[in-house]
């Protein structure tokens, strides 16, 4: 197994310290002939109190710090913008070390600040209203990246002294990329955001936001974190139209997981709605919406698309958006209209990495 050879080539490798679990942590420390309680040391003064500097973990002896500061690699992504919107969300643009960039969104709302982050660079879905997927797949995220995308914010928050907000308060994988396409990676970074020595997120705070990969929603266990998914159509030919991955995971295979999702009585899935002008948006398409959703435990978050210059689809006019929700609402389905932030910075739903389609126009002419 590769992470036993790491530990029995300590001398050489360095552990990226964000994509270590406790155990794993305990692990590697239990590896140099060291006490396995300073993983705890170090998670606390890590996560909990944000000091990443470990010259400063002033209950470790000296040495162990010295030990420490050449075995674990603190920073591998790199905060190098940041873009504030009109409406207060906050972009995120990280470098990766082999050159590639991350985008995650900081997301104020009344009583909770949201992070959005990334699971991939790029994506292979697909769906043809994102900008995401029009990049195509380029690499899956390691855990590391995934978690260091909240350190980077975190930073960025404490760096920010004008800022009311003291604390992230909930994770969504709505970022770059399908979460479920990088599994393992996307759950080791759960764990780890949800240890409550590290950065303790409880499930409810954290959402997993995808397209209905059903292989990957079968493996994730109930309690896990919250499920959104991405239906937008209602309509079989409709949803494979905007969602090439319809063909393989059809609506009806969805719904039959969503009918016998066995979440606690507080887990309800959410179905995510992007409203497509004069495509999903007419009072039939709620009606099929409600046809599809009634009986089944759920929220649904209808999503007014954010108009792009690499997409051809419109946002729809208030009034048909109003229509559509008031129609749910009399049905007494669960419907919020959700404004995507960020539209001004290309932080919102479905723009993010437009920075990969520029640069490819920039060199194509
Ligand atoms: S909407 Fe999500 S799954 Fe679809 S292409 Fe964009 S990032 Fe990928």
Known sequence: MVFENQINELDSIMFCFFGLTLKELEDVIAGTGKEKYRARQLYRWVYNKGIYDFSMMDNIPKSLRVLFSDMFDMETINLFESIASVDGSIKLSFHTKDGNIIESVLIPEKQRLTLCVSSQIGCRMACSFCVTGKIGFIRNLETHEIVEQIIGAKKFLNGSPESPWEKITNIVFMGMGEPLDNFENVMRAIEIMKEP?????????????TVGLLGGLKRLQ??????????????????????PINRMYPIRDIMDFARHYKGSQRERITF???????????????????????????????????????????TPDNKTVDQFHAYLIDKYMTAIVRNSRGPDVNAACGQLGMAYLVSKKTKAS
């Open 197 to 209: 020595l590290g950065l303790d997120f409880s499930k409810r705070r954290i959402t997993v936001s």
């Open 222 to 243: 109930p309690g896990t974190a919250g499920i959104a998914i991405s239906l937008n159509a209602a309509d079989e030919q409709k949803r494979t139209e905007i969602m």
């Open 272 to 314: 995510e709605y992007v409203l497509l002008k004069g495509f999903n948006d007419s009072l039939e398409d709620a009606k099929m919406l409600y046809e599809l959703l009634k009986g089944v435990r759920c929220k649904i978050n209808l999503i007014p698309f954010n108009e792009s210059p690499y997409s051809q689809f419109k």
